[in-house]
């Protein structure tokens, strides 16, 4: 099955600094990358996500680079600001006919220094 | 938009005792439905899928006789944990996909689930 690896696991940057977050894949089957951030006690909230069909994907401040021949995949977040300290996870989901579930990679806790 | 609710939000039980959990699409119907455990300051891991008007289909390590999924109907999924001991207390979620989406889902807010 699929298996996804999260690189660092904490990571702090100064505010107005860029944050990058780095993930690999086992499943060259594997076709939808979601990253979520999470809150203390809260759900995963999607904030991007990208499909294998495109090498890039930019949403303001946030930006996902997949690059599937080495199976790797990374979320930059730029102009960090306080409300950016959470813990974010990526993933990766391979389509079939029917739903398919989403593994989570193990996770960044990251925090932005004033 | 979607929505996908959980309830209740937090239980408290004995050891021994059976808490069931129930998530459910609120706006939309889903035949596939995920649940996920998170312990403290981990990832999200998969524990089963739920398919409506089947049997659930569970991830390796899992006891499918101690985390019991009901999906009843296209909007509800239980899950229930028997015999629930201390090292089941955790974070649970379900999660739901989109309608006309085979990858994208939306979370549940999750059920905090402590065991004495």
């Known amino acids: 099955g699929e298996n996804v690896e999260q690189h660092p696991s904490t990571l702090s940057v100064q505010e107005g600094d860029s944050a990058v977050i780095k993930c690999t894949y086992s499943d060259s089957a594997s076709n939808y990358f979601p990253w979520y951030k999470q809150e203390l006690g809260k759900r995963p909230q999607l904030i991007i996500d990208?499909?294998?069909?495109?090498g890039e994907k930019k949403d303001q401040r946030i930006a996902v680079t997949l690059n599937k021949t080495a199976k790797h995949f990374s979320l930059h977040i730029t102009e960090t600001q306080p409300e950016d300290s959470a813990v974010y996870f990526c993933?990766?989901?391979?389509?079939?006919?029917?739903?398919?579930?989403?593994?989570f990679g193990s996770g960044t806790r990251l925090s932005i220094r004033p | 938009g979607a929505v996908v609710s959980q309830h209740p939000s937090w239980v408290i039980c004995k050891s021994g005792t059976s808490v069931k959990i129930e998530c459910r699409s609120l706006?939309?119907?889903?035949?596939?439905m995920f649940w996920y455990r998170q312990f403290p300051k981990q990832s999200l891991m998969l524990m089963a899928t739920?398919?409506?008007?089947?049997?659930?289909?569970?991830e390796q390590g899992v006891e499918k006789d101690k985390f019991l999924i009901n999906h009843a109907s296209l909007t509800l999924s239980t899950l229930t944990v028997t015999s629930a001991h201390p090292e089941d207390s955790s974070f649970y979620i379900c999660?739901?996909?989109?309608?006309?989406?085979?990858?994208?889902?939306?979370f549940g807010p999750g059920t905090r689930l402590t065991v004495l």
């Open positions: 990208i499909r294998s069909n495109v």
């Open positions: 993933a990766a989901s391979a389509t079939d006919s029917s739903a398919s579930k989403i593994i």
């Open positions: 706006d939309f119907q889903a035949t596939t």
């Open positions: 999660s739901a996909p989109l309608p006309n989406s085979y990858n994208e889902q939306f």
């Open positions: 739920s398919n409506e008007g089947s049997k659930a289909t569970y």
